[in-house]
C-alpha cells in the first residue's frame, strides 16, 4: 500500500464515524461540480457556433443543421412561423435556458456548507470522548486523551478540506454560468431577430453580441 493511501486511510481511522458522512457530502459535491461544469461549456460552445452561424445570415436554417443544444435550435423547434408564435417560443427557451444554466449552482453551495458542519459535529464528539477518558483514567493516561482529541482535529480538519474547495468552485461555476446565460441570450436573440424581425418589446437581453472570440 502507497504512503498516501495509508495516510488517508490513517486520517480516516482517527476521525471515527463522522468521516464517513464528510467524504460523502464531498463527493456528491464533486459529481455536481464536474456536471455542471461539462454542461456550462457544452452550452457556450453550441451557442457561441449558433450565434457566429446566424450573425451573417439573413435567413433561419432548420433546427437540424444548427448546434445541437443551443437556444436558438430549440427556438427554431418550437416556433411555427407566425411572429406571436416566434415571440411566446422565445420567451418558453430564454426561461428553459436560465433554468438549465443555473441549476445545481445552490446545491454545491449546500452542501460545502454542510461539510464543515459535520466537521464541527465530529469536534464535538471528539471532545466527549476526551472528556469520558478523564473521567475514567483521570488525567494519568494520555493515550486514551490523545484519541479523543484526534478525532475532534481531524474531523475539523476533513469538513474544511470538503468545504473550501467546493466554494471556489461553486464561484467558478457561477462565473461560468453568466457567460452561458450571455451567449444563449445572444443565439436566441439573433434567431428571434431574423424570424420575426426587430420588435422593441422583446424581454430577451441582446447577449454578448460585441465580445466575438474574447469569451474562448
Known sequence: MSPLIELIWGKIAQGGPVMAPIAAVSFAAWVVIIERLLYLRRSIKSNRRAWSMLSGSSSMPGSEALPAGSAATELAARS????????????????????????????????????PLLGLLGTVSGMIFTFEAIAIHGSGNPR?????????????????????????????????????????????????????????????????????????
Not at 100 to 111: D, M, Q, S, V, Y
Open 80 to 115: 411555427t412561423g407566425s411572429a406571436e408564435d416566434v415571440e411566446g417560443a422565445a420567451w418558453e427557451v430564454h426561461l428553459a435556458c436560465r433554468a438549465g444554466i443555473g441549476r445545481g449552482i445552490g446545491t454545491i453551495g449546500r452542501l460545502a456548507s454542510t461539510a
Open 144 to 216: 486514551a486523551m490523545a484519541e479523543g482529541i484526534s478525532e475532534a482535529l481531524v474531523t475539523t480538519e476533513a469538513g474544511l478540506l470538503a468545504a473550501i474547495p467546493a466554494l471556489v468552485a461553486q464561484v467558478w461555476i457561477a462565473k461560468l454560468a453568466g457567460r452561458a446565460q450571455k451567449w444563449a441570450d445572444a443565439s436566441l436573440a439573433r434567431a428571434r431577430e431574423i424570424l420575426s424581425g426587430p420588435r422593441g418589446g422583446c424581454p430577451i437581453p441582446p447577449g454578448p453580441q460585441s465580445q466575438g472570440s474574447q469569451d474562448a
